[in-house]
């Protein structure tokens, strides 16, 4: 729901740090796989406890995520380069709930399930998605340039980060902040379900 508000105040600069980068010789793929790495390092400070120190790491790692498709704009975008950004995305955004389970199971463990299976089902209506309309040769740019079809929803990219924000900042609070982010989540598949009934029929 803010991604499109989010990118509009933060591609620009992200652009001009791009450009310097891909001038610079820096691979796109590169940096995706430096942004992934950082997120499984914020990982593992949540899971032992550093907070503060995984939500540095892991706003690092988002600016890095950012900063990969800015390179390839300007670099050449490549298929393979959109689809290991998309994966990495995604065991990025498992390995962060999963920390905090690991962190405290008997506080976290059933909400930290209930909210990456909310992330599953989100995941797989958003990829089913993008296969049959790549498949109708449909073509979207609600978010930019991008490698595959992209829905928008309730959940995206940038409510997911504020909720990470928020675990971190308060992680006494993860189980109710997580079933309501879950909850929120579900009804971003379901309204995607919905949309693909209109439109596949």
């Known amino acids: 729901m803010l991604d499109g508000w989010a ?23 590169a940096v995706t796989l430096a942004a992934f790495a950082i997120g499984i390092a914020a990982a593992g400070a949540i899971v032992a406890g550093w907070f503060l120190t995984g939500l540095a790491l892991l706003l690092a790692s988002r600016l890095g995520d950012g900063l990969d498709g800015a390179i390839a704009r300007t670099g050449g975008a490549t298929d393979f380069g959109g689809y290991l950004d998309i994966v ?3 065991a ?17 463990a059933i909400a930290g399930a209930v909210l990456l299976l909310s992330f599953y ?25 991008k ?44 309204s995607r379900i919905v949309l693909a009934a209109r439109t596949f029929r």
């Open 121 to 145: 089902v989100n995941g797989s209506s958003f990829l089913a998605y993008a296969i049959m309309a790549e498949k109708r040769w449909m073509q979207g740019k609600a978010r930019g340039e």
């Open 147 to 190: 490698s595959l079809f992209f829905t928008t929803g309730l959940a995206e990219a940038t409510e997911t980060l504020i909720v990470f924000v928020a675990f971190c900042l308060f992680p006494a609070w993860f189980a109710p902040i997580a079933y309501v982010f879950a909850a929120l989540t579900f009804y971003t598949a379901l």
């Open 7 to 29: 990118r509009r105040g933060i591609d620009p600069l992200l652009d001009v740090i791009g450009r310097w980068l891909a001038r610079a010789g820096v691979p796109a793929n």
């Open 88 to 90: 990495l995305d995604f």
């Open 92 to 108: 990025f955004y498992g390995a962060i709930p999963l920390a905090f389970v690991l962190a405290d199971p008997a506080a976290n």
